[in-house]
């Protein structure tokens, strides 16, 4: 395969969503790359990496000659499948639907959380309610860059060291802003400022560095923290609320994930799911040892479970069930009601994103087409293997070169067990064994208790061993009696282990 892609398309289509500068536009009609002779223009390209899986870029970035090998062998075996109608044949229709409701759902979900409209009004009653949530810090930063490399930057332990050293100068009384013009890396605390003017609850910072500076009072600095390949001690010099505008959105996204919450939490009550047969649901743990008994009353059409009012017999919760993953049919076999209030959830869901025809549009038609794309092609090596037969002489041939692979052992353990009870201490050496019984009397008359009568129903000898006679009590039906507290202790407290 011949490649030609420009280093400016990779920046155009891997790094877009960096920080830095936009790079420079690339025509949609030049060519960029060429695979087995059919040249592949910057425009093809961007449609067959919109919203792509996240693994996708960073196999382009890099090997962008491997990316699109890999993706012509996807596109010529996701075309074999559909010539063999795979996308008609089970377990890889369900395993289509599956995903296509999955993907649905999770598209809806997403609209809901991030464009459904939120007046100005909830803004602003919100942003007043609770003030305080919405603070804005300005800080100065003495930066220690590392790159763990031999070049000019240090590595990250002499940037610990260097930077542990200036917090100590700091505390002894050293000016700040004295200290940060003469300890600081200029570029790095200059990177820093353009990125981070002030810090907001949502900034693009660690949670924990976000905690720590609203934590500082102003005229106060933090302890060196270590983030970005760099070690930092940030002084706070205001802190207090932040503008509406500079809030606006953040108190948005908030609004709206409560209303899908709350709505999610809504759906998930008023579910109503019965688990008719659960031994049906016990049969489809993925991890069971196969050749299990089906009972006699276990039919395609015996109805397994009721979800909303709808009956769901064996033959189309077997179709259901087909096209989960391993670990959605294992949760299903251990917990059959909640799998079921889940199922009902993603069916409402994809139906509704159905009737919003989401799937006709960007994003969700675009995962669609790679969830589709990545099961047929796993569909058709599957039924290639499928198709490789091997003559018994092949077999026992590969057997015999490889009989360290196939090796068995059989083995005879002791089992030596460390528990121990309160109630029946475990006998941990000869003399416990061997010790002498006591015998205990037939009969034993313990006197009454102001007017009752008290009887031993015990009519047979028994014996006890002597390091098992702890107490006065001789007979076990019979009322006990007071023992010293250290007597007490000592019934009721067996020796630990190895004592």
């Given at each position: 395969m011949k490649f030609l892609i420009?280093?400016?398309?990779?920046?155009?289509?891997v790094c877009a969503q960096d920080a830095a500068a936009p790079p420079p536009e690339v025509p949609p009609d030049r060519v960029v790359a060429e695979v087995s002779g059919h040249p592949v223009t910057a425009g093809e390209l961007k449609r067959i990496l919109a919203n792509?899986?996240?693994?996708?870029?960073?196999?382009?970035?890099?090997?962008?000659?491997?990316?699109?090998?890999?993706?012509?062998?996807?596109?010529?075996?996701?075309?074999?499948?559909f010539k063999a109608g795979l996308d008609q044949k089970s377990p890889y229709k369900e395993r289509l639907e599956w995903q296509r409701s999955t993907v649905l759902m999770m598209a809806l979900l997403e609209e809901k959380t991030k464009k459904s409209p939120v007046s100005d009004a909830d803004i602003e009653a919100a942003y007043k309610a609770d003030l305080m949530r919405f603070r804005v810090a300005?800080?100065?930063?003495?930066?220690?860059?590392?790159?763990?490399?031999?070049?000019?930057?240090?590595?990250?332990?002499?940037?610990?060291?260097?930077?542990?050293?200036?917090?100590?100068?700091?505390?002894?009384?050293?000016?700040?802003r004295e200290?940060?013009?003469?300890?600081?890396?200029?570029?790095?605390?200059?990177?820093?400022?353009?990125?981070?003017?002030?810090?907001?609850?949502?900034?693009?910072?660690?949670?924990?560095?976000?905690?720590?500076?609203?934590?500082t009072l102003p005229g106060q600095y933090t302890e060196p923290l270590q983030f970005g390949n760099a070690f930092y001690i940030l002084q706070t010099l205001t802190l207090g609320a932040a503008p509406l505008s500079e809030v606006r959105e953040l108190i948005a996204s908030e609004i709206r994930q409560k209303r899908v919450d709350a709505e999610m939490k809504q759906l998930r009550d008023s579910a109503k799911a019965e688990v008719k047969?659960?031994?049906?649901?016990?049969?489809?743990?993925?991890?069971?040892?196969p050749g299990r008994e089906i009972p006699a009353d276990l039919r395609p059409e015996t109805v397994v479970a009721v979800v909303n009012g709808r009956n769901y017999t064996s033959a189309e919760m077997t179709h259901v069930l087909n096209g989960a993953p391993p670990t959605v049919r294992q949760a299903a076999s251990r917990?059959?009601?909640?799998?079921?209030?889940?199922?009902?959830?993603?069916?409402?869901?994809?139906?509704?994103?159905?009737?919003?025809?989401?799937?006709?549009?960007?994003?969700?038609?675009?995962?669609?087409?790679?969830?589709?794309?990545?099961?047929?092609?796993?569909?058709?090596i599957d039924e290639t293997m499928k198709a490789i037969s091997n003559t018994a002489e092949e077999q026992e041939k590969y057997f015999r070169d490889n009989a360290k692979r196939y090796q068995q052992a059989r083995v005879k353990m002791i089992y030596i067990s460390t528990a121990w009870s309160r109630r029946r201490p475990v006998r941990r050496n000869a003399r416990a064994m061997t010790a002498r019984p006591r015998p205990v009397p037939k009969r034993c008359s313990p006197k009454p208790r102001r007017g009752r009568t008290s009887r031993c129903s015990c009519r047979s000898i028994a014996t006890i061993p002597a390091r098992r006679r702890t107490t006065a009590t001789s007979c076990p039906f019979s009322p006990p009696t007071r023992a010293s507290p250290r007597t007490s202790r000592r019934a009721s407290s067996p020796r630990p282990p190895g004592r």
């Amino acid at each position: 395969m011949k490649f030609l892609i420009l280093s400016l398309l990779c920046a155009s289509v891997v790094c877009a969503q960096d920080a830095a500068a936009p790079p420079p536009e690339v025509p949609p009609d030049r060519v960029v790359a060429e695979v087995s002779g059919h040249p592949v223009t910057a425009g093809e390209l961007k449609r067959i990496l919109a919203n792509a899986p996240e693994n996708i870029y960073q196999v382009i970035n890099e090997n962008p000659a491997d990316f699109l090998e890999r993706y012509t062998m996807l596109s010529q075996l996701t075309g074999d499948a559909f010539k063999a109608g795979l996308d008609q044949k089970s377990p890889y229709k369900e395993r289509l639907e599956w995903q296509r409701s999955t993907v649905l759902m999770m598209a809806l979900l997403e609209e809901k959380t991030k464009k459904s409209p939120v007046s100005d009004a909830d803004i602003e009653a919100a942003y007043k309610a609770d003030l305080m949530r919405f603070r804005v810090a300005e800080v100065l930063p003495i930066v220690f860059p590392y790159d763990n490399s031999a070049g000019v930057l240090r590595d990250e332990n002499t940037a610990r060291k260097r930077a542990q050293e200036v917090w100590q100068e700091l505390r002894n009384g050293a000016p700040f802003r004295e200290t940060m013009l003469k300890a600081s890396d200029p570029r790095a605390a200059e990177k820093y400022k353009s990125e981070h003017p002030t810090i907001l609850p949502n900034s693009k910072l660690p949670p924990n560095v976000i905690k720590t500076v609203f934590s500082t009072l102003p005229g106060q600095y933090t302890e060196p923290l270590q983030f970005g390949n760099a070690f930092y001690i940030l002084q706070t010099l205001t802190l207090g609320a932040a503008p509406l505008s500079e809030v606006r959105e953040l108190i948005a996204s908030e609004i709206r994930q409560k209303r899908v919450d709350a709505e999610m939490k809504q759906l998930r009550d008023s579910a109503k799911a019965e688990v008719k047969h659960p031994v049906y649901f016990q049969l489809q743990d993925p991890t069971a040892p196969p050749g299990r008994e089906i009972p006699a009353d276990l039919r395609p059409e015996t109805v397994v479970a009721v979800v909303n009012g709808r009956n769901y017999t064996s033959a189309e919760m077997t179709h259901v069930l087909n096209g989960a993953p391993p670990t959605v049919r294992q949760a299903a076999s251990r917990q059959p009601r909640e799998f079921l209030i889940q199922l009902a959830l993603m069916n409402h869901l994809a139906d509704e994103a159905q009737k919003s025809k989401l799937s006709e549009r960007a994003p969700a038609s675009d995962r669609i087409r790679w969830t589709d794309m990545q099961t047929l092609m796993q569909a058709q090596i599957d039924e290639t293997m499928k198709a490789i037969s091997n003559t018994a002489e092949e077999q026992e041939k590969y057997f015999r070169d490889n009989a360290k692979r196939y090796q068995q052992a059989r083995v005879k353990m002791i089992y030596i067990s460390t528990a121990w009870s309160r109630r029946r201490p475990v006998r941990r050496n000869a003399r416990a064994m061997t010790a002498r019984p006591r015998p205990v009397p037939k009969r034993c008359s313990p006197k009454p208790r102001r007017g009752r009568t008290s009887r031993c129903s015990c009519r047979s000898i028994a014996t006890i061993p002597a390091r098992r006679r702890t107490t006065a009590t001789s007979c076990p039906f019979s009322p006990p009696t007071r023992a010293s507290p250290r007597t007490s202790r000592r019934a009721s407290s067996p020796r630990p282990p190895g004592r």
